[in-house]
């Protein structure tokens, strides 16, 4: 995403800033305008960065300090685009809860954010009975150590998140159990996301047969396969073709995490671009390749651009994390088979968000990188 500034005092903020830290001026992010918004404690009055006065409240769900995105204030809705999504939130009177029901928040509007740049619609179930909803439920079972009586999911619609996730210890030690490289609130947004999208653009659209063609047929019995993929040890070369272990067990997950990484790629290269972040041309690479710099819309770009500028900037920042002794950032593969199935969930996303149908230069492109790609890049591990 973009690098935000205050625009009372132009200091640097994070996409969660509720109070700038230089100026101090109250702060309210308008995801329409894509920007921040600071409070005139004069007036009262909210400002953008050349002082206009605009016309919005603090989002409902602010006054529990969850939220610090705002509303118009001719909106019927009280919640922000946001918050309105949600259908159940957790007891706010256990110890605890308020802190990670915050850090639910967060990522879901991270998340939120980075489809409303993608251009793809997002309609609440009072909008549309097929629109996206959210529970975030408190379980008293899970929390105690015993088996959890609610999962992690999405079914027509409505994702249900577990609030032990939001405990890091507990989504760590989760992680380990389940044998993952990566594993995080943002994570679990993005996957359950995009089986909400496979239900919405694919499931009766023009691309179900492409997308079985690419990622397999999706009538094959699910309970099936998730038992099979616990009972049995991956098969070889699994990486060629799939973006992680997950993704193999049926084709309704492998659709889900591809469309989870094509997020995780083209929201950290905006934010790449935001911070005017750039790379020498890698040692391999051929006389006269030029640095990698992410001056191109990640938002709007074809496969082949977001794959050749992700590939570089993946790596040095998996080395950037060591430095600091923390896990790779991208602990992932990207191989040919991979990078395909990103293609076909960025030129859907394209297509649903009114944007061009990638070329035939861009197909080029593509095909040219795909080759190179072989059995994959390793971005991470050893």
């Not at 992680?175 to 995080?184: C, H, I």
């Not at 040692?283 to 030029?290: E, H, Q, R, V, Y």
């Amino acid at each position: 995403m973009a690098a935000y500034t205050c625009p009372n005092c132009r200091q640097r903020l994070h996409f969660e800033s509720r109070v700038c830290p230089s100026c101090a001026h109250p702060l309210g992010f308008a995801p329409i305008a894509n920007g921040f918004l600071h409070l005139d404690v004069a007036d009262g009055a909210w400002r953008d960065a050349n002082s206009a006065v605009v016309t919005v409240q603090p989002c409902a769900n602010a006054r529990y300090g969850v939220c610090n995105w705002v509303v118009a204030v001719d909106d019927p809705q009280s919640m922000c685009l946001a918050c309105r999504h949600n259908r159940v939130i957790p007891d706010l009177a256990i110890a605890g809860v308020l802190e990670r029901w915050t850090r639910i928040e967060d990522a879901k509007r991270r998340v939120l954010h980075g489809l409303m740049r993608l251009g793809l619609k997002l309609e609440t179930k009072a909008q549309n009975i097929h629109g996206l909803a959210f529970d975030f439920l408190y379980d008293s079972s899970a929390e105690q150590g015993y088996a959890p009586q609610h999962f992690t999911g999405h079914e027509n619609g409505l994702i249900t998140l577990n609030l032990i996730e939001a405990d890091d210890a507990q989504r760590e030690r989760i992680r380990r159990q389940m044998g993952e490289p990566y594993r995080t609130l943002v994570g679990h947004f993005r996957h359950e996301i995009g089986h909400y999208f496979w239900s919405r653009l694919v499931q009766f659209g023009p691309d179900l047969i492409p997308f079985r063609t690419l990622f397999g047929d999706e009538r094959a019995d699910y309970q099936a396969a998730l038992q099979s993929h616990y009972a049995n040890p991956l098969r070889v070369g699994w990486e060629d073709e799939y973006v992680s272990a997950y993704a193999t067990m049926h084709p309704w997950e492998d659709f889900a995490e591809t469309f989870a990484h094509h997020s995780h790629i083209v929201d950290t290269l905006a934010t790449i671009r935001g911070f005017g972040t750039r790379l020498d041309a890698m040692p391999a690479a051929a006389p006269g390749t030029p640095d990698s710099v992410v001056d191109f819309d990640p938002y709007t770009a074809d496969t082949a651009t977001l794959t050749a500028h992700w590939i570089p900037f993946a790596f040095a920042i998996n080395e950037i994390n060591r430095s600091m002794g923390q896990p790779d950032l991208y602990p992932f593969r990207l191989s040919s088979g991979v990078v395909l199935k990103l293609d076909f969930v960025n030129r859907l996303i394209a297509f649903y968000a009114g944007r061009w149908a990638p070329g035939a230069a861009e197909s080029g492109d593509l095909r040219a990188l795909v080759a190179t790609l072989g059995q994959g890049v390793e971005l991470g591990g050893a």
